[in-house]
C-alpha cells in the first residue's frame, strides 16, 4: 500500500497511556522494519506512521543492496502497547502467541519464538 494513502488501524481498548512504565529500550537503539514486524508482533503498514532512516543493507540483489529502513525501537514499542492496550496487552499478547508456538511444527523442528530483547529469551 502506498504511503501516501490513509489507513486506520483499530488500536485495542484505549488505556491512560499516562500510567504506563518507562520503556526499558535503551533510547538510541534502533530496529529494522523487518525485525519489528517479527518481534513486535505488527503488520508493516503500522510502522507507516513513524520516523525511519533509509540505509542500504546487506543483502545484495540485481546488482543493487536493498535499502533497510531503521526505526527508533521505542517509538515501535510504543505502538505495539498502543495497539494491545497497554505493556500488559501487550506482554499477554506475546505469552499467548508463545504458547501456540510451542504446539508448532517450528518450535518441533527446533525453532525459537521471537520476541524483542528487552522482553526475556530471544530467538538471537
Known amino acids: 500500500m502506498p504511503r501516501s494513502q490513509e489507513r486506520s488501524i483499530s488500536l485495542a481498548p484505549s488505556l491512560d497511556s499516562r500510567g504506563w512504565p518507562p520503556s526499558t529500550v535503551p533510547p538510541r537503539r534502533k530496529i529494522c522494519k523487518t525485525w519489528a514486524v517479527r518481534q513486535y ?3 508493516p503498514d503500522m510502522l507507516d506512521g513513524l ?11 540485481n546488482g543493487r543492496f536493498m535499502p533497510m529502513f531503521l526505526y527508533s525501537e521505542r517509538e515501535v514499542e510504543r505502538l505495539a502497547w498502543e495497539v494491545n492496550g497497554g505493556p500488559e496487552g501487550f506482554n499477554a499478547r506475546l505469552a499467548e502467541l508463545e504458547a501456540a508456538y ?3 511444527i517450528h518450535a518441533a523442528k527446533g525453532g525459537k519464538f521471537q520476541r524483542p530483547r528487552t522482553y526475556g529469551p530471544s530467538s538471537y
Open 41 to 43: 508482533k505488527l503488520d
Open 51 to 61: 520516523t525511519y532512516v533509509e540505509r542500504p543493507s546487506k543483502c545484495f540483489i
Open 102 to 104: 510451542a504446539t508448532s
